[in-house]
């Protein structure tokens, strides 16, 4: 018999793309290029590494945490895995909560490092969770990164959701305890600059500001209370352009997820000081809809994409991508 847990992953992925927007409202539309119309330069000229975590990926984007915890998003990581191999990307998983209460979902999230051996991994479990559960969730995957998210918005809303929250001791105790870099992650309702500096204060280096305008968890866990009674929260937060505006200048190293449909959404988040851009719903949809090679075609259609835009810009590489180039 399917446990709770598990099957609150299925239905997260089907709420997922029933409430998916093809045009997502994360601030992105509002912010136009500034085109340079001389620009001295080629395709051949671009790079587009940089860093996630400190570590170096050799494009700016990757498969944000989407899902795992049951046979049938087992076949969602494969297939994502699979993705990330065959194109390069990084890849997290979603949270790992339930594999460590329930040790016989464990393959649902290994089958990411059965699949791709020697990608860039990042392993995802709450920020209240203890230091030997992280631990755990980073031996489980092999994984190179950890990702702690913090969702305050999303579990009181939850039916079974928490209803306390001490977040930054345990990050802190975490961080000294694991091994690989750690990014603290918010879940669709953005982060302001007070919230950086906290998590700064305590040593976080690596933030991912999950804004609003992407898959919305209010909204998901919303529909599946009984009352559907916190419809008005909905609009929560601040959109993810807001939050890289909130954190920019702080010396972190930031993580733009929250409403990226196109490379454009990339090159503007890596202008208003990102270093990466991590993308969940969108490739979500498109695995839903499209095969494997499909979506091969895609990405590599993005980084072909991405190579012209930095030659509009005028730009060779990433770190020279500015709000000069925004309107």
Not at 2 to 28: C, M, T, W
Not at 150 to 162: F, R, S, T
Not at 212 to 219: D, H, I, M
Request: aromatic letters at 6%; hydrophobic letters at 45%; charged letters at 20%.
């Amino acid at each position: 018999m399917k446990n709770i847990q598990s099957h609150r992953k299925d239905e997260h992925v089907s709420l997922a793309e029933k409430f998916y927007q093809p045009v997502a409202y994360a601030g992105f539309t509002e912010i136009k290029l500034r085109p340079n119309a001389l620009p001295e330069m080629g395709i051949d000229d671009v790079s587009l590494q940089t860093k996630l975590a400190g570590l170096p990926i050799e494009v700016p984007f990757f498969i944000q945490a989407m899902t795992g915890g049951s046979p049938t998003t087992a076949k969602l990581n494969r297939r994502l895995a699979t993705i990330a191999r065959e194109t390069g990307l990084a890849m997290a998983v979603g949270s790992q909560s339930v594999a460590l209460k329930y040790p016989e979902l464990a393959d649902t999230f290994q089958v990411v490092r059965n699949e791709n051996p020697h990608g860039l991994i990042l392993a995802n479990l709450g920020a209240d969770a203890s230091v030997a559960a992280a631990k755990k969730a980073v031996a489980m995957l092999d994984a190179d990164v950890l990702q702690l998210h913090i969702n305050v918005a999303q579990e009181l809303v939850m039916p079974e959701g928490d209803r306390s929250f001490n977040y930054l001791e345990q990050i802190k105790a975490i961080q000294a305890a694991v091994s690989v870099p750690v990014v603290v992650k918010a879940v669709g309702a953005g982060m302001t600059r007070a919230d950086a500096l906290r998590l700064q204060s305590v040593g976080v280096r690596y933030i991912d500001v999950g804004g609003k305008g992407g898959t919305n968890f209010v909204q998901i866990e919303n529909a599946r209370r009984s009352e559907k009674d916190f419809a008005f929260l909905t609009d929560l937060g601040l959109t993810t352009v807001e939050s890289l505006k909130e954190v920019n200048g702080l010396g972190l190293s930031v993580t733009a997820t929250g409403g990226i449909r196109t490379p454009a959404d990339v090159i503007k988040s890596i202008a208003l000081g990102a270093d990466n851009v991590g993308v969940a719903g969108y490739f979500l949809h498109q695995l839903l809809h499209h095969n494997d090679q499909e979506i091969i075609d895609l990405i590599e259609r993005w980084k072909y994409q991405l190579r012209c835009l930095m030659v509009l810009l005028g730009v060779t590489k990433l770190a020279d991508l500015s709000e000069r180039q925004l309107r």
